[in-house]
């Protein structure tokens, strides 16, 4: 009788009922004959199907000797490979031939250790940079005790960097729901269009997109690019080795700050006779976030150039 008892890493802790030699003694020697094969193939192939075997020298088992008759013992088998399953067979090197062979264990199937994603970041904060048409994010790194150990490694795991998601509120979610959003659905009619920015703790990292990242004091900065004049809200997720955060808490309402508008475009002047011009331009591509009331119109005189017919 045997089985596979614990599982633990890359190595199987086995355990059987030992059998005794012509003088009675308990075998201490025995042959573990091991059959493993790719979880991606079918066992029933035995083409697909590999065996291999070793000699292990067993110790007792006492966890299992009560109420067996018999004498427990158990062995550890190491250096197994992920990705694979293993069934078990012993068999006595010991004693009188023929060596009686053990039916073979249930399948043992070697997985991955778990993956351990980061906790969720702080909620964002956020300051307006003046004069720009950007905004300043600022919110707490993940906890580091909460890094220690992911998947089993036992040790830290790094931040890789963080992801953004920027909103551009509704004005329904404005008026409904104020400044704080917390628990409602980051979808039309509430938001009018979303963004995601990778912000790579990475120098250089060419999935790092129009972001700029910086990390003292467990406080994690960033800046973004918003349209002037309209209402945002933030998340962050944090993301290592190990997979991607929850989203953090969401930022409070932030409306960009206005800015000057752009420069008309497409100036034509047509002299219609006399003192007269008639001027058509188009507006501004950005208007700063507020609508247009009014134009401007500055004239300066310049000499007639040279060239052609007088008078």
């Known amino acids: 009788s045997r089985r596979a008892m614990d599982v633990q890493g890359s190595q199987v802790r086995l355990a059987w009922m030992g059998t005794s030699d012509q003088n009675g003694k308990v075998i201490a020697t025995y042959t573990v004959h091991i059959r493993f094969w790719s979880t991606a193939a079918r066992p029933q192939d035995n083409n697909d199907v590999q065996q291999h075997s070793l ?31 293993y069934s078990f067979a012993v068999q006595a090197a010991a004693g009188h031939e023929p060596w009686p062979t053990s039916e073979s264990s249930e399948p043992v199937i070697m997985g991955c250790p778990p993956l351990i994603p980061p906790p969720a970041p702080g909620r964002p904060t956020c ?109 962050v997720q944090a993301f290592t080795a190990q997979g991607l955060s929850e989203p953090s808490p969401r930022s409070e309402v932030f409306r960009s700050s206005c800015i000057v508008p752009a420069a008309c475009r497409g100036l034509v002047a047509r002299w219609l006779g006399g003192r007269e011009v008639r001027l058509s331009w188009q507006p501004p591509s950005d208007t700063g976030g507020l609508p247009i009331t009014s134009y401007r119109v500055a004239s300066s005189a310049s000499p007639r150039g040279g060239g052609g017919g007088g008078g």
């Open 55 to 85: 000699v292990v020298e067993a110790a007792l088992c006492e966890e299992i000797s009560s109420g067996h008759d018999g004498t427990a013992l158990c062995a550890q088998v190491c250096g197994l490979c992920l990705g694979y399953a």
């Open 127 to 235: 300051t307006a940079i003046l004069g720009t048409a950007k905004v300043q994010l600022t919110w707490a790194t993940c906890p580091s005790h909460a890094l220690e150990g992911g998947g089993g490694g036992g040790g830290p795991v790094a931040v890789l960097g963080y992801r953004l998601h920027v909103f551009c509120l509704g004005a329904a979610a404005i008026e409904m729901y104020g400044a704080r959003l917390d628990g409602i659905p980051m979808q039309p009619p509430w938001v009018e269009s979303a963004a995601v920015k990778n912000l790579s703790c990475r120098q250089g990292d060419p999935e790092c997109l129009n972001s700029e990242i910086s990390e003292e004091g467990g406080v994690v900065s960033a800046s973004c690019d918003v349209r002037p004049g309209l209402p945002y809200c933030f998340e």
